[in-house]
């Protein structure tokens, strides 16, 4: 077996994505919808989590854009993100019924088999109308010692690649649902048998529709929305700019850089994701084991094993004195490593997303 296809069969979730009709209720969506508009102004995704270009390649599947002076901007897209919970911790107590939805818990448990259950995060990704650049990627995996909390949204993608640390991972399911009143673009592809098989879509409408999933090993991506005339990035566009509701209609977006509002949407032209997701553990045993430490990985020990597996390989590098942020590690790493889908669907070939 080639190690493209060792990485290929890694990447499959416990189970296939179960597909739920009308996530949330209407008091859920009305709830999150003034959350956004009374806790903004929300950053890009691109700068809750990266802080250089190599971190990046690093989370994603295949190629980006190449050239001389490449930078972060060239990934660039007007999608922003905010959290209502995050490490176990609700951060605003109005989302609190939603972060313990008890119907939201159940799937969760039953999507494992698992007997305990602890909500961690909900987030929301949104958007106007948008080229999706990304090839495909994995959600954050977790390890037990190792999480958001402490470690860099890349090395954390790379450590879930590798399949060198399955036996410290945290099991972890995902209720992520879609709200977007475009019903011919921007469904959803996923790779459940691995990014070298056939993929899967969810295709639009996808109006409070949406899946319980193992994202954090399965490849998968969101797909480009709206009409296609109005996909280019906003000019003025950068790393720092914002989505905010506009202060004046209650209905109305605002996207903006500095002092500058440089795209405006109403609400029914928003791509919205809404994603809660919990760890989960099968029994007492694998609950004491998280809680109490007992077998907690740590940096050096991953960093210790990624050197061990390249040296195996036959892989020539110098080990770096910095290995967290060298960047020619990090790209030895997550070249070494990637395993970009094979093919994508003909109703949303990534060619089309990157123009």
């Not at 890009?44 to 190599?54: A, D, Q, V, Y």
């Not at 109308?129 to 090839?135: C, E, H």
């Not at 797909?223 to 004046?248: I, K, M, Q």
């Not at 080990?319 to 669907?345: E, H, K, N, Q």
Request: with cysteine; proline share 9%; charged share 25%.
């Amino acid at each position: 077996m080639s190690a493209r296809e060792e990485v290929s069969r890694r990447l499959r979730p416990i189970r296939p994505p179960r597909v739920v009709e009308d996530v949330l209720d209407p008091g859920q969506l009305d709830a999150v919808l003034e959350l956004m508009r009374r806790h903004g102004p929300w950053d890009l995704i691109l700068k809750h989590h990266f802080s250089s270009l190599e971190e990046l390649v690093a989370t994603t599947s295949g190629a980006g854009p190449e050239g001389p002076g490449l930078s972060l901007d060239a990934f660039l897209t007007p999608t922003f993100r905010g959290f209502f919970a995050n490490g176990g911790v609700c951060l605003v107590p109005e989302a609190e019924p939603l972060f313990y939805e008890r119907r939201f818990m159940a799937w969760a448990r039953e999507f494992w088999g698992a007997r305990y259950c602890q909500p961690m995060k909900i987030l929301f990704n949104v958007n106007g109308p948008v080229w999706n650049r990304d090839p495909g990627h994995l959600d954050s995996p977790r390890f037990r010692g190792m999480g958001l909390v402490n470690t860099p949204t890349w090395l954390l993608s790379v450590m879930g690649k590798s399949g060198l640390f399955r036996d410290w991972s945290i099991k972890l399911a995902e209720v992520i649902c879609w709200f977007q009143k475009d019903g011919h673009d921007g469904g959803f592809t996923y790779w459940p048998d691995g990014p070298l098989a056939a993929p899967k879509r969810l295709a639009p409408p996808l109006w409070n529709r949406g899946v319980v999933t193992h994202n954090t090993a399965m490849v998968h991506r969101g797909e480009s929305n709206g009409p296609v005339e109005r996909r280019d990035n906003p000019p003025g566009l950068c790393f720092d700019s914002t989505f905010a509701a506009d202060p004046d209609d209650p209905d109305r977006w605002q996207v903006r850089s500095g002092d500058e509002v440089i795209a405006r949407y109403a609400t029914d032209e928003l791509r919205l994701l809404v994603h809660w997701d919990a760890e989960l553990y099968m029994d007492e045993g694998d609950l004491k084991r998280h809680v109490d430490h007992l077998d907690d990985l740590t940096p050096d020990r991953v960093f210790e094993t990624f050197v061990a597996d390249l040296r195996a390989r036959g892989i020539a590098f110098e080990t770096p004195s910095d290995p967290m942020g060298d960047p020619g590690f990090i790209a030895l790493l997550a070249s070494t490593y990637d395993v970009p889908p094979s093919a994508y669907p003909a109703e949303a070939p990534v060619a089309v997303h990157a123009a």
